[in-house]
Structure formats: C-alpha cells, structure tokens
C-alpha cells in the first residue's frame, strides 16, 4: 500500500470530525451555553471569553469551520494530483500554523487550556502530516526548496496576519443605561463612590452573567465604579488591558492593588475596600 493511499480516508475522516467540533464550539460561542465536560469558570470559559476568542469579530470556531469544509471540498474536488496535493498542503499548513499560534496564546498569555481546541489542533496536524507523507505519491517532482519557501510565506502570513488583526474591537455591544440596573440607596451610592473615589477597578464581560448580578446589586451607583470591558466585542472594551493585569476571570475587582475573583456582596466589597458607611 503506498503512502498516498492513507491520504483519503484521513481527510475524510479528520474534516468531518473538525466540522463537527467547529460548529459545536461556534454554537456553545454564540449561545453562551456551558461546553459538555467543562465546569462553569474553568479553562474552558477563560478561553471563550478571552479577547482572543475572535478575530475581527468573527469567533474562531467558525473559522475553524470554513478552514475544515474547504479542505473537504478541496479535497473531493476532481483536479490534477499535484495541484490538488499543493493546494491541500498550502491549507494545511496555514491551519496547522494558527492551531500552533492560538495554542501558543492559550498556554503563554491566557494561561489556560481548551481541550477542545487542542483536540482541533491535534486533527489539523494529522492531517498536515498525512499530506507530507503523501507528497511522493502525489507530486514527487517538487523540489524541497519550493517547499521550504513556500512553508516560510505561508506561516509567516498567517502569523503575522492573525497578530495584528486579532483584538480589534469591531464595534459596540454594551450600554451605560445605568438606570436599567434598577434604583440605588444611599448605601449602594456611597460604596460605589467610595470605590470609585479610591480607584478600585472591576474587569468583565457583558456576556459574563457574574459581571451583571454584580452590576446589579450597586444598582444604577454602579456608575461610579471604574469597569473594564474585556470582552473585545463590548463597548469601549480593553482586552490588551485585562490581558497585562492577568485577569482569567470575570468579575475579577481591583482594589488597593490586589485582585480578587468573583461576584461578592456589597457588604464584603466594603470590608475590602475599607468603607464604614452602614447598610
């Protein structure tokens, strides 16, 4: 058996297997559902919800979609061998590569791990490795030179193109109507102006339902507090921001320089941040 006979159940198989997974995580993104096997403020939300989850507002599960269904396509398109070899190797590697980037990401600046997305990555370098062992079946003739080049622009685009469009805030998706948080008493007013007086500082998400019942409990006082959007589709948001102060997750307060995690009564708020106005 040649080494080009493995080539078309491993594109089958592995692409229809990340078409899969890619429009699972594209929908888990865009419901806000909990990811099947991934407890609620785990790795797996830190991923979601990092300023790295999309790129120009697109969310990278559905780019792993396209990237999977036209290799597919490619594949299962009637052309030469060696133009359909090179063409599937030019893919490939570009996904291989922005698997290896966002791995990257996830370990040295997120600092969190997605199992599904190393699974994608996983599949994506099968299949760049399986095309690799298919080169002499199907284009012998093309120099390692050629390839070496050509492997060099490739990476080199898809690395550099991925860093400098990622994080960009395609537009607004939050509100300062304070006053649809509900009314605030003077003990809301007084803490979130203390705080806010003081420079404590709350990083989340307007996707974070956490971020939202804290914003709730100052009611429309919460106008004083200084908050951070995180998420890089949320209005005025500061991904880069809450990336340097190692925010993971959300609400996360900044208060006399420490951080603390998690949606927290007024009361314990107060204690932290040293307010002795009576509820």
Same mark, same amino acid.
Not at 15 to 38: D, K, N, V
Not at 154 to 179: C, E, F, N, R, W
């Given at each position: 058996?040649?080494?080009?006979s493995?080539? /078309?159940?491993?594109?089958?198989?592995?692409?229809?297997?990340?078409?899969?997974?890619?429009?699972?995580?594209?929908?888990?993104?865009?419901?806000?559902s %909990?990811?099947?096997?991934?407890?609620?403020?785990?790795?797996?939300?830190?991923?979601? %919800?990092?300023?790295?989850?999309? &790129?120009?507002? @697109?969310?990278v599960?559905?780019l792993g $979609?396209?990237?999977? *269904?036209?290799?597919?396509?490619?594949?299962?398109?009637?052309?030469?061998?060696?133009?359909k070899?090179?063409?599937? +190797?030019?893919?490939?590697?570009a996904?291989?590569?922005? *698997?290896?980037?966002?791995?990257?990401?996830?370990?040295? @600046?997120?600092?969190?791990?997605?199992m599904?997305?190393i699974f994608?990555? @996983?599949?994506?370098?099968? &299949?760049?490795?399986a095309l690799?062992?298919?080169? *002499?079946?199907?284009?012998p003739?093309?120099?390692?030179? +050629?390839?070496?080049?050509?492997?060099?622009?490739?990476?080199?685009?898809? &690395?550099?193109?991925?860093?400098?469009v990622?994080?960009q805030?395609?537009?607004a998706?939050?509100?300062?109507?304070?006053?649809?948080?509900?009314?605030?008493?003077?003990? %809301?007013t007084?803490?979130a102006?203390?705080? =806010?007086?003081?420079?404590?500082?709350?990083?989340?998400?307007? /996707?974070c339902p956490?971020? #939202?019942? %804290?914003?709730?409990?100052?009611?429309?006082?919460?106008?004083?507090?200084?908050? $951070?959007?995180? #998420?890089?589709? =949320?209005?005025?948001a500061?991904p880069?921001?809450?990336?340097?102060? =190692?925010?993971?997750?959300?609400p996360?307060w900044? &208060?006399?320089?420490?951080?603390?995690?998690?949606?927290?009564?007024?009361?314990q708020?107060? /204690?932290i941040?040293?307010y002795?106005? /009576?509820?």
């Amino acid at each position: 058996m040649n080494k080009g006979s493995y080539l /078309k159940p491993v594109i089958l198989a592995l692409t229809a297997l990340g078409i899969i997974l890619s429009l699972y995580l594209t929908y888990i993104h865009f419901t806000e559902s %909990q990811a099947a096997f991934c407890a609620a403020g785990t790795d797996c939300d830190t991923v979601r %919800q990092s300023g790295f989850s999309t &790129i120009i507002g @697109v969310p990278v599960a559905a780019l792993g $979609v396209a990237g999977y *269904s036209v290799l597919l396509v490619v594949f299962l398109i009637n052309m030469k061998k060696r133009t359909k070899w090179l063409l599937l +190797y030019i893919l490939a590697l570009a996904g291989f590569v922005f *698997s290896a980037y966002l791995t990257y990401i996830e370990l040295f @600046v997120i600092k969190a791990i997605c199992m599904y997305c190393i699974f994608s990555a @996983v599949l994506m370098t099968i &299949i760049f490795i399986a095309l690799i062992r298919a080169k *002499s079946e199907y284009h012998p003739k093309l120099s390692g030179s +050629y390839i070496g080049v050509l492997s060099l622009a490739v990476a080199a685009t898809v &690395i550099l193109g991925a860093a400098l469009v990622q994080g960009q805030k395609p537009g607004a998706a939050d509100s300062h109507d304070y006053s649809a948080l509900g009314p605030a008493d003077s003990y %809301q007013t007084g803490l979130a102006m203390y705080m =806010g007086g003081h420079g404590a500082v709350m990083y989340g998400s307007f /996707k974070c339902p956490h971020c #939202n019942q %804290q914003k709730q409990m100052f009611g429309e006082a919460f106008r004083y507090i200084k908050y $951070v959007e995180c #998420n890089p589709k =949320g209005e005025n948001a500061n991904p880069s921001l809450c990336l340097a102060k =190692g925010i993971l997750n959300y609400p996360t307060w900044e &208060i006399e320089g420490k951080l603390y995690e998690g949606a927290m009564p007024l009361e314990q708020l107060s /204690k932290i941040a040293g307010y002795d106005g /009576k509820p």
